[in-house]
């Protein structure tokens, strides 16, 4: 027997492993790599032979699901508590598009009539993402789609994961792009150790020989003029740059012929600085996630085209 848990928004991971340490569960596995320090997104416990416990949390909505597998209702045997279909209720009416959509993936988790009423009137939501969700979870109910396997699930992990990082990146590429000090840039200045978390086999070696040079003469960038202060940032792993999709298309073409170079589970970053109304400005690419800081490799494609070419024409 399986028992859901949808829990409160503000139930950090710190707290829960404690109190599920004290209801007698042990951690036995989470993600390495949490793009929220201390707040993985994906868990497992184990208490004896036979009771797991799978944990999930979304960091773009904050929506946190506990899974216990055992007799006892989750509650009896973890020690903690969920929410009620009123609290979802009150998501799903919400002003804020994160709330709503938080309230729409709990709803899959709970069989409540009233909610997927709810639900599906969200299918003509104005926000594409929670319209999207409320007809994917509406029709997961009706059974015209079945759910999620793992690897839509992953996509939709992924694409979650960007959201977040694109929120918090905004103010450091505005920094970078307009910050005459050098001040910024010293924050994204590659480390000694970036090139082999970044780039992989011959790539990395090739990589740290350019950059040594390209550092030299990156404090005379091109800077933005002082009225473009609205920032269009794009994101993206590596993994799906080597191919034509709805992410891939926003970066610069030249990441196509140099995406297997690229460790493929790294997010990359590329971004405009425009006068507010406007659709073209300035363009600066090459930001990537390092697990716990940014590292900027300007036009990576231009600093590892040797490299890029195939093997009987190198």
Not at 150 to 161: D, E, F, I, K, Y
Not at 186 to 203: H, N, Q
Not at 258 to 263: K, R, S, V
Not at 280 to 304: C, E, I, Q, S, T
């Amino acid at each position: 027997m399986r028992s859901t848990l949808v829990l409160e928004p503000t139930t950090a991971f710190g707290l829960l492993r404690d109190s599920l340490s004290s209801a007698g569960w042990r951690l036995v596995s989470q993600a390495a790599q949490p793009i929220l320090p201390g707040e993985p997104e994906h868990a497992i416990f184990e208490r004896g032979a036979d009771e797991r416990a799978f944990y999930t949390f979304n960091p773009v909505c904050t929506l946190r699901v506990l899974e216990v597998n055992g007799g006892a209702g989750a509650e009896v045997m973890t020690g903690v508590s969920g929410v009620r279909p009123d609290d979802v209720e009150g998501w799903l009416g919400a002003d804020d598009e994160r709330t709503r959509l938080r309230g729409v993936l709990a709803t899959r988790q709970m069989a409540e009539p009233q909610l997927m009423q709810r639900v599906r009137a969200l299918r003509g939501d104005p926000r594409p993402t929670v319209a999207a969700a409320a007809r994917r979870v509406s029709d997961e109910r009706n059974g015209t789609q079945p759910p999620p396997d793992a690897g839509s699930s992953a996509r939709v992990q992924a694409l979650a994961a960007i959201e977040l990082l694109k929120a918090q990146l905004t103010p450091l590429v505005a920094a970078v792009s307009h910050d005459r000090s050098g001040e910024a840039l010293s924050l994204v200045r590659p480390r000694e150790d970036d090139f082999a978390k970044a780039f992989v086999g011959g790539a990395v070696e090739a990589a740290r020989r350019a950059y040594a040079d390209i550092w030299k003469d990156v404090f005379d960038m091109r800077y933005p003029d002082a009225a473009q202060t609205t920032i269009s940032c794009e994101l993206s792993p590596a993994g799906m740059l080597a191919t034509d999709n709805e992410l891939s298309r926003r970066f610069p073409g030249g990441y196509r012929s140099i995406a297997h170079l690229l460790d493929p589970h790294r997010v990359w970053a590329c971004w405009k600085c425009l006068r507010p109304g406007a659709s073209a400005g300035m363009a600066y690419d090459g930001l990537v996630w390092l697990d716990d800081h940014w590292a900027w490799f300007p036009k990576p494609y231009r600093a590892l085209a040797p490299e890029a070419l195939p093997a009987d024409r190198e």
